[in-house]
């Protein structure tokens, strides 16, 4: 069945390192792969997205990368800030007859250390 | 202000006692989904509309009942809430009625069932 997998479910890192957040999906039809951010008592807002036809995208301080033959996304922030922590959440689309459905992972809590 | 509102944010409630959580959007989106988000399972859709006249169930749709009577609003409705149904809730839109990108979401709706 459809299918998202996410890992880790928590990660601590200290400010200024690097966090990479990975992601599996299950329908090799899926065609779109957006990220959101959910602080703490917010709801979650996009952050970055990539489509299956790009390998990889990048907005400033973070990144995503698409490995369709693995079935793979991964999500890179670089120079870590404390404004960084937040519960991250990757989705795969898959499009069906008439619209697209989303599956989300199960979430990563990032926390950034200062 | 873009945005999606819901009603209430908070609610206690006990088992048995029909609630209705409402949604409301002013951006004139054709697509509109209803989320529970639980521990570890990241965000689970309910229901789903495509536009006015489509309307269908989600991953989840047990327990619940939606409607789409006009384009702003998606209503979420508890017959006979269980404790199960004790979650944070968010309604979402998008532009597109087949939705092809970015998810708004709504500040959620915590609701507890005693």
């Known amino acids: 069945g459809e299918n998202v997998e996410q890992h880790p479910s928590t990660l601590s890192v200290q400010e200024g390192d690097s966090a990479v957040i990975k992601c599996t999906y299950s329908d090799s039809a899926s065609n779109y792969f957006p990220w959101y951010k959910q602080e703490l008592g917010k709801r979650p807002q996009l952050i970055i997205d990539i489509r299956s036809n790009v390998g990889e995208k990048k907005d400033q301080r973070i990144a995503v990368t698409l490995n369709k033959t693995a079935k793979h996304f991964s999500l890179h922030i670089t120079e870590t800030q404390p404004e960084d922590s937040a519960v991250y959440f990757c989705?795969?689309?898959?499009?069906?007859?008439?619209?697209?459905?989303?599956?989300f992972g199960p979430g990563t809590s990032l926390s950034v250390i200062p | 202000e873009a945005q999606v509102t819901q009603n209430p944010r908070y609610l206690i409630t006990v088992t048995g006692k029909k609630l209705t959580v409402t949604c409301s959007q002013n951006m004139n989106h054709e697509y509109m989904s209803w989320y529970r988000q639980d521990p570890g399972l990241g965000l689970r859709q309910i229901y789903y509309s495509m536009n006015v006249e489509v309307t269908d169930k989600g991953d989840v749709p047990e327990g619940y009942k939606v409607s789409r009577k006009e384009k702003r609003n998606f209503p979420l409705i508890l017959e006979s809430p269980s404790p199960n149904q004790t979650s944070l809730y968010f309604c979402?839109?998008?532009?597109?009625?087949?939705?092809?990108?970015?998810?708004?979401f709504g500040e959620g709706s915590r609701l507890t069932v005693l």
């Open positions: 979402a839109s998008s532009p597109f009625s087949g939705y092809t990108g970015e998810l708004f």
């Open positions: 989705a795969a689309s898959i499009r069906k007859t008439s619209y697209d459905k989303v599956i």
